[in-house]
């Protein structure tokens, strides 16, 4: 299998079948992000996709593998139903590389119903409607948005390369298209103060929409990123532990939307989920018992401790 670097996914995509299209971010400039600081931008060569798919049909097809399953008493395995295409955005790619590989797909891997990626609100808008029509029909589904938030200025400071207004348009498009998403929504991205006018931006941009998922991480500050230059400079602070998690609080809140509500990346200290409306309370209770049992010296010595996400 072709991998270059540390391989990133959610946590949801954890069964998927992973198959690398891109290598590196397009973007490359969010002040707090350092996942791909020495890895420039790659496309993978469709040679090397159409090896990995061979590779991963042949293992699921070897008489060996057959044989030691049924002297296991295992079923043999069809192969995955979904796979997830890596990198920091495949969804940049252009509408035919983006068919060509779900061709490719059905051709070595018919089980394979849906394929996913994590996509950036300026990939979307690279795509007709169209072509995002296309891209549903051919199986893309589920994409993974790290939005960040939905609050302006932040996006600004942190040079995400898109507004609030552009989220909402990009992502009604996705919806008119059948294609679904989930959102990443960066807890503390706002700085110190500023959660609460995060979390209820976000939420005004979040119940516009619909979004299968909105996944809870938790900022954390790298000294190789340029947001630690910027907090050095003095043009920056970075909001405390027990106050992320009370900005956690007012966005789970004022969501008003059905959509399952996750904090399960390495980036929390304490992970749960639920689903919105009906378990609100319980997560808000959640949240409370962290903010009442956690002083902020326990929760930030996590967050010191974290050699990387």
Known sequence: MHFT??????????????????????????KFCTLYHDLPFRLSPLEE??????????????????????????????GPDRAFLTGANPFVLKTDRLLEIARLMEQYLPNVRTIGCFARITDIGLKTDGELEQLSAAGYDGLTIGVETGDGPSLAFMDKGYTPEDILVQCQRLDRAGIGYSFFYLTGIAGAGQGERSAKASAEIFNRL????????????????????????????????VEKYRELKVLVSHLDIPVTFAALGASNAYQFQGHLPEDREALLSALDRIIAREGEDRLRSY???????
């Not at 954390?220 to 405390?240: C, H, M, R």
């Open 210 to 241: 619909h979004p299968r998922l909105v996944g809870s991480s938790m900022l954390t500050v790298y000294p190789d990123s340029k947001l630690f230059q910027e907090i050095q400079a003095g043009n920056w602070a970075e909001a405390g532990e």
């Open 303 to 309: 967050r010191t401790a974290l050699p990387h996400l």
């Open 49 to 78: 996709v159409e090896a990995d798919l061979l590779e991963v049909q042949t293992a699921l097809h070897s008489p060996i593998g057959k044989l030691t399953a049924a002297l296991q008493g295992l079923p043999v395995q069809e």
């Open 5 to 30: 670097g540390t391989i990133w996914r959610p946590p949801y995509e954890a069964a998927s079948l992973l198959i690398q299209v891109t290598a590196g971010c397009t973007h490359h400039r969010c």
